[in-house]
C-alpha cells in the first residue's frame, strides 16, 4: 500500500517538475512567449505548431514581433547583427527605410537578391515567411497586398487566428475607407483583453485627431488609378503607386533598390528621380550604366548628382578589375560594400 | 481581513479565467457593419416550415432590458436577453403551427435615449426546402488554402458533418461540392493535386474520375451533370488570378481561354467539338436545362487580357443538347446579351421545374466575387423576362446560387455586411416569380457569424444527405487509381 502511494506520489512529482522545467524553458524565450499570443496560441499550442524554440526561432519571433508592435528601433537594434538570414534582412531593409536610409545601408548587409525587399509569397514559402511579407506592403501604403498577405497569414497560421492578422485586416480596410469590414476584424479584438484598447481607438466614429491624421497619411499612399496586376509583379505596383504619388520616397527607394538588386540597370535609369532620392548606391549604379552606354560626360555626372569621390573609387575599381581579369580577390576589401562589386560578382542562389 | 484575501484571489482567480486568449464575440453592436437592430436580421422574412430556428441578437450595443414577444394563433412565447434563442423542439412545434401564416413578434429595449419597441413578423412558407446544405468553408479572397473542408449542414437542425475534409486527405485542395438538380444521390466535387480526381457520387457509387483528355486545354472546371446521370457538360479554363490596385476588388481572376466539353461517364470519353473549342470565343458555366435537352452557358468574344478585362461582358446563351449521343448542337440562342446590357453574365442555374434561370450580373468578366455590383438575376423562361430582385440583392457580392429541389427557394452566397465574407442567404419564389425578402442560414449560436472567419463557398441544396462522409472520401483519395477518360 505504502509502495503504491510512493510510486503515484513519485509519478506525480516528476510530472509536476517536467511540466514546471517545460514551463520555464517556454517562458525564457520572451519573443516566442509574445508572437504565440499574437497568433492567438497558448505556448503549449506554439510548441506543437513550431517546435522548440531555440536562439535562431527566437530572433526571427522578435524581429516579426517588434515589427508588429511597430517598434522601430527595436527591429533595427535586432537586425544589427547580419545573420545572413531572409527575415533578418528583410527588416533590416525594412527599418532602415523607415528612416530613408535604405539605399545607403543596403549593401552593408547579406542581401539575396531582391527577396530580402519582398518575402517570395508562393509554395515554397514558410507559414512564418508569409505572415511576414505584408509589413512592407503595409509599411509603404500599398493595401491590397498588405490586405491579401494579413489574410494569407491568417489562412496558415496554426490556429487561423490571431491579433497579428486581425489588426493588419482591420487597418488595411479602414485605410481603404471600408469601414463594414473592418468592423468584423475590430470587434472580434474588442472581445480579446490584450487587444481591446487597441482596437477601441480605431472603431470607425471614435477616432481621435491623432489617429485620423495617420489614417490621412496612409490614405494619401494609396494608388489613384486601377491597375489589374499580377500577385508578384512589384515593379508594376510600386509604378503605379509611384504615378499617384512620386513624392513617395520609401516607394521609390525600393523600386530603385529591386532595379539593382535584380541588376535591371535599364529599369533603375527609366525609374531614378535624382530630384527625387539621392545616394552613393545610386551614384555607383548610374557610373556602371553610363560607362556601358559611353555617356561619362561631366553633364551626366551633373544630371545625376555624381560625386568626384565616387567617381575616382569607380575608377579605382575598374583599373583593378581589368588588371586582374575579373578577379574579385583584390577589390573584397575596399570595394566589397559598392554596388560595382555586387553587380559583378553576386550570384543568385537558385535554390533559395 | 483574510475573508478579503480569498474573495481577492477568487476575483482575480475569475478575471484569469476571463482574461483567456479565447475571442468570444458577445455581446456587441460596435462597428458599422450590423446596421439592423437585430442580426441577423430576420425582420419581415418568408421562411421555409422546416428551416432550423431563427437565432438572433440585438445589435443595440448600449441597450438594456431586452424583451421578445412572439406570438401566432394561440401559441405565445416571451424571450428576455439580447440573444434571442429557441429549443429546436418548441420552434419545430411553433413551425407546425404557423405554416401557411404569419408569426408576429414584438421586440422592447431601452436605450439612453430612451425605450425602443418595434413589431415585425416571419411569414412561415408551406414551401419546405431541401434539407441539406453542402458548402465549403474556405479563408476568402485569396485562391488559397489550408485546412479545406466541405460540410454538410442539415438544415432543419444545427447538425453538420464533413462530407470531405483536410483531414483524411493531407490537406489537399478540394473545390466545391455540387448536386444535380438538388439530388443527394447525384453529386460530385473535385479533389485537386496528386491522387486527386472528379468525386462522382452517383447513387451513392462514388467513383475518381481524370476528366481530362489530350485534347483539352485543361481539366474540367465549372460544369454540372445531366439529370439522366450519364452526361456531365464542363467548361475548360486557363484560369489567371490577378489584384486590383483601387476600390478594394480585391483579387480578380480572369481566363484568357475556355471551351465547352461533355463528359461520358458510362463510357469513359471526353467528347469535344471544334465549335465549342474557338480560339476567338470564351465559354465558360455550362449548365443543363432542367429537361436536359439544352445547355445555358456564358460566352464572350476574345479579347487581350488584361488590358480588354473591363470589356469583357459574357452574354447568356443556350444551346441544343442531345442526351442520346452527348453532343452539343447549334444554333446558340443568345437569351441575355453582356454587350447590350454593358454588363457581364455568370454562374447560370435553371430551376429543376423549368421555369427558373438564375445567374448573376457584374460589370464585367467572370470571377463576379469580389464585385460589389454583382448581384443576382431572374428569368421567367416562358416569357424570357427578367423579374425584381431587390428584395434578394445587397450592396455587396450576391452570387454562387443553388436550387431547392421544388424551386422554390434557392440559396446564395452573399457579402452582404462586412464585405468579405461569403454566408448563405435564401430567398423563396412565389409560382408568380415574387421573390421574398432573402434571410441568413441560421446558427445556433446567434453570434456564429461574428467570429467565423471563413467564407460559405458555393452553398448548394440537395434533398438528401449525401450517402458518404469524409472518412470515405479519404479512403477512396488513398486507395483508388482515378479512372482515366479518353
Known amino acids: ?352 | 481581513m483574510k475573508n478579503s484575501n480569498i474573495i481577492t484571489a477568487f476575483l482575480c482567480l475569475v478575471l484569469l479565467l476571463g482574461c483567456g486568449r479565447s475571442y468570444d464575440v458577445r455581446p456587441s453592436g460596435d462597428g458599422t457593419d450590423h446596421r439592423t437592430a437585430l442580426f441577423p436580421d430576420y425582420r419581415d422574412v418568408t421562411i421555409p416550415c422546416n428551416i432550423a430556428p431563427l437565432n438572433f441578437y440585438y445589435t443595440a450595443a448600449e441597450g438594456s432590458g431586452f424583451v421578445t414577444a412572439f406570438s401566432c394563433g394561440k401559441l405565445s412565447r416571451t424571450i428576455r436577453g439580447r440573444e434571442v434563442v429557441w429549443k429546436e423542439k418548441t420552434w419545430k412545434k411553433w413551425l407546425q403551427s404557423a405554416k401557411g401564416t404569419n408569426i408576429q413578434v414584438v421586440s422592447s429595449y431601452k436605450t439612453p435615449s430612451g425605450p425602443v419597441s418595434f413589431t415585425w413578423t416571419i411569414h412561415v412558407s408551406e414551401d419546405p426546402i431541401d434539407g441539406y446544405l453542402t458548402y465549403r468553408l474556405i479563408e476568402p479572397g485569396f485562391e488559397v488554402w489550408d485546412d479545406l473542408e466541405i460540410l454538410e449542414r442539415n438544415l432543419e437542425s444545427f447538425d453538420v458533418r464533413a462530407i470531405s475534409d483536410y483531414r483524411n486527405t493531407q490537406n489537399k485542395c478540394m473545390n466545391c461540392h455540387i448536386h444535380s438538380q438538388g439530388r443527394g444521390d447525384l453529386s460530385m466535387f473535385y479533389l485537386r493535386g496528386k491522387g486527386g480526381g472528379a468525386i462522382l457520387n452517383r447513387d451513392g457509387t462514388l467513383r475518381k474520375l481524370t476528366l481530362k483528355n489530350a485534347g483539352m486545354i485543361s481539366p474540367t472546371v465549372y460544369g454540372e451533370i445531366h439529370p439522366g446521370g450519364r452526361w456531365g457538360v464542363f467548361s475548360t479554363n486557363i484560369i489567371i488570378p490577378a489584384m486590383h490596385s483601387l476600390d478594394n476588388r480585391r483579387m480578380e481572376v480572369y481566363d484568357t481561354a475556355s471551351d465547352l466539353c461533355v463528359a461520358d461517364f458510362d463510357g469513359g470519353h471526353m467528347l469535344t467539338s471544334p465549335a465549342y473549342a474557338r480560339e476567338d470565343v470564351f465559354e465558360t458555366f455550362p449548365v443543363f436545362s432542367a429537361d436536359g435537352a439544352s445547355v445555358y452557358y456564358c460566352a464572350a468574344p476574345a479579347g487581350k487580357l488584361p488590358a480588354q478585362l473591363e470589356q469583357m461582358r459574357y452574354s447568356l446563351v443556350r444551346i441544343p443538347f442531345d442526351s442520346e449521343n452527348g453532343t452539343l448542337g447549334s444554333p446558340a440562342d443568345t437569351l441575355w446579351s453582356g454587350p447590350a446590357h454593358q454588363a457581364s453574365a455568370c454562374h447560370p442555374k435553371a430551376s429543376p421545374d423549368g421555369r427558373w434561370l438564375l445567374f448573376t450580373v457584374a460589370d464585367y468578366g467572370t470571377f463576379p466575387i469580389n464585385h460589389r455590383e454583382c448581384d443576382l438575376a431572374l428569368m421567367d423562361l416562358q416569357s424570357g423576362n427578367l423579374l425584381p430582385m431587390e428584395a434578394v440583392n445587397a450592396d455587396r457580392s450576391d452570387t454562387y446560387h443553388s436550387w431547392s429541389s421544388n424551386s422554390k427557394w434557392f440559396v446564395f452566397a452573399s457579402k452582404r455586411g462586412d464585405g468579405m465574407f461569403g454566408k448563405p442567404w435564401f430567398s423563396h419564389v412565389s409560382p408568380d416569380g415574387m421573390v421574398s425578402k432573402a434571410f441568413l442560414l441560421p446558427q445556433k449560436d446567434p453570434h456564429f457569424y461574428d467570429h467565423m472567419l471563413r467564407s460559405f463557398n458555393v452553398p448548394d441544396l440537395g434533398n438528401a444527405p449525401v450517402p458518404f462522409d469524409a472518412r470515405e472520401i479519404g479512403r477512396i483519395w488513398q486507395e483508388v487509381e482515378a479512372e482515366p477518360f479518353d
Open chain 1, 1 to 352: 500500500m505504502i509502495a503504491r502511494k510512493v510510486i503515484w506520489i513519485t509519478a506525480v512529482a516528476v510530472a509536476l517538475a517536467a511540466g514546471a522545467s517545460q514551463f520555464l524553458y517556454l517562458t525564457k524565450y520572451t519573443y516566442f512567449r509574445k508572437y504565440a499570443s499574437i497568433n492567438g496560441l497558448s505556448l503549449v499550442e506554439a510548441q506543437r505548431a513550431w517546435g522548440r524554440p531555440d536562439k535562431n526561432s527566437e530572433w526571427v519571433m522578435g524581429l516579426a514581433t517588434e515589427a508588429f508592435l511597430e517598434n522601430w528601433d527595436k527591429v533595427s537594434a535586432l537586425a544589427a547583427e547580419d545573420h545572413h538570414n531572409l527575415l533578418g534582412t528583410y527588416y533590416y531593409n525594412l527599418s532602415n527605410a523607415k528612416r530613408g536610409q535604405l539605399p545607403d545601408k543596403l549593401l552593408d548587409y547579406y542581401q539575396p537578391f531582391e527577396r530580402g525587399l519582398f518575402l517570395p509569397v508562393n509554395d515554397k514559402a514558410s507559414a512564418f515567411q508569409i505572415g511576414c511579407a505584408g509589413d512592407v506592403w503595409w509599411a509603404l501604403g500599398y493595401m491590397p497586398l498588405a490586405e491579401r498577405d494579413a489574410m494569407l497569414g491568417l489562412t496558415f497560421s496554426p490556429a487561423h487566428n490571431g491579433s497579428r492578422f486581425l489588426r493588419r485586416l482591420a487597418e488595411a480596410n479602414l485605410v481603404k475607407g471600408d469601414h463594414e469590414a473592418a468592423s468584423k476584424y475590430l470587434r472580434i479584438l474588442l472581445n480579446s483583453p490584450a487587444d481591446r484598447a487597441w482596437a477601441k481607438r480605431r472603431l470607425p466614429g471614435q477616432w481621435s485627431p491623432q489617429y485620423q491624421l495617420a489614417i490621412e497619411e496612409k490614405r494619401a499612399l494609396l494608388p489613384r488609378m486601377d491597375y489589374v496586376h499580377g500577385m508578384d509583379q512589384v515593379q508594376i505596383i510600386l509604378r503605379v503607386m509611384l504615378n499617384s504619388n512620386p513624392s513617395n520616397r520609401m516607394a521609390l527607394d525600393y523600386l530603385l533598390c529591386y532595379d539593382l538588386l535584380t541588376k535591371d540597370l535599364d529599369a533603375f535609369v527609366a525609374d531614378f528621380a535624382p530630384s527625387l532620392t539621392a545616394s552613393r548606391l545610386y551614384e555607383e549604379a548610374m557610373l556602371i550604366f553610363l560607362a556601358s552606354k559611353g555617356g561619362m560626360d561631366m553633364d551626366n555626372f551633373r544630371h545625376y548628382n555624381i560625386s568626384e569621390n565616387t567617381l575616382e573609387r569607380f575608377n579605382r575599381f575598374v583599373t583593378i578589375y581589368k588588371r586582374d581579369n575579373g578577379a574579385m580577390a583584390n577589390l573584397t576589401q575596399d570595394f566589397g560594400k559598392t554596388y560595382w562589386y555586387y553587380f559583378y560578382f553576386a550570384q543568385r542562389n537558385e535554390k533559395q
